[in-house]
């Protein structure tokens, strides 16, 4: 389910009460530790499988690189569901902060920055940055310079999957590469680390 967008043509801080916003990030934040839980459990299978690889005959390599490709393309989607979730929890949670803000930002040029951007710019931007737990100053520069920024976002993906395990399970078995260091090249937490990583989460 996505965020409403509590804008319509304008970004009318008024309209928002910081009950519903507090409400919402709580929300939130429970969706996003469930899924992070399942996210957990993928990556436990998807080791489990990895070992009962190592040593084996190709056709039960096959079998558990097909099985392993399923439980990857699980997680990459759990993964996609839960940066969009983290994404929007982020805007509630520093639409909360602005909120708290709200009356020393209105004495600010800022603010009538945040009045005439589009909707959608704004809610862009405000995910880029985390203002949760900073002072009005911190705020305030944050939000000076993400209104600053011209933000696009690249999403590439190549599916190497089968290739890569065959390369990783190669590797362990000539003795070039630790078991626990297998696990974490194929682990799912790279891919959201990647991901917050760039989003500045």
Known sequence: MELKNPFKKTNNLDR???????????????????????IDGIEKEKMHLFN?????DLIKKKMLAQELKQLDMSGKLKIKNFLTLHKQYMFVSNLITIKKYQRDLQTTAVWNKIQTLAPETFESAIIQVNLSGKCFEGVLDDLNRIFALDVSESDMDVDEAEKQMFDIWNSVESGNLEVEAAENLLSLDKEIEKSLEKSEF
């Not at 009950?19 to 992070?36: T, Y």
């Not at 009962?52 to 084996?56: C, L, M, N």
Request: avoid cysteine; proline fraction near 4%; glycine fraction near 8%.
């Open 16 to 38: 928002l009460k910081l009950p519903e916003l507090q409400e919402e990030e709580m929300r939130l934040k429970s969706r996003i530790n469930r899924l992070r839980k399942e």
């Open 52 to 56: 009962q690889g190592v040593g084996a």
